[in-house]
């Protein structure tokens, strides 16, 4: 997928970018509202991230999913993160998520912690059904 240079992405683009579903996003932004400020567009009210926003998702996703920390402890790395809004940083900094991830993958550690997270997000899924 291309990622073009916008003012403005849609949930839908930014799943692609992060390569994440659209409802990990958004408990993304419900557990770290702090962080994000959305624009929205005219009278639909859809949210537009911008690319800082786009930039926290990366970091909050770097914490998460390749870190493995927890909400809390992620919150306290967020606060000294400040995204510097480039477009060609956020492009850099995919690139890098894609090659931590796959070298995470290769770390039995790694895949210990996140062999967690599933268990995790398969029990939250019992819970709510």
Known sequence: ME???????TISEVAEILEENQSTIRFWEKS???FFKFKRKN???????TVA???ILQRIKELVRISGLGIKEAE???????????????LETKKGLIVDMQISENNSFSEAL????????SLKKLRTE
């Open 3 to 9: 990622i073009k240079n916008k003012l403005y992405y």
């Open 114 to 121: 996140v062999l967690i997270s599933k268990i995790r997000l």
């Open 32 to 34: 770290y509202p702090k």
């Open 76 to 90: 306290h790395q967020l606060i000294d993160f400040i995204p510097n809004q480039s477009f060609e940083t956020m």
């Open 43 to 49: 009278n639909n009210q859809q949210k537009r991230y």
């Open 53 to 55: 926003d786009i930039q």
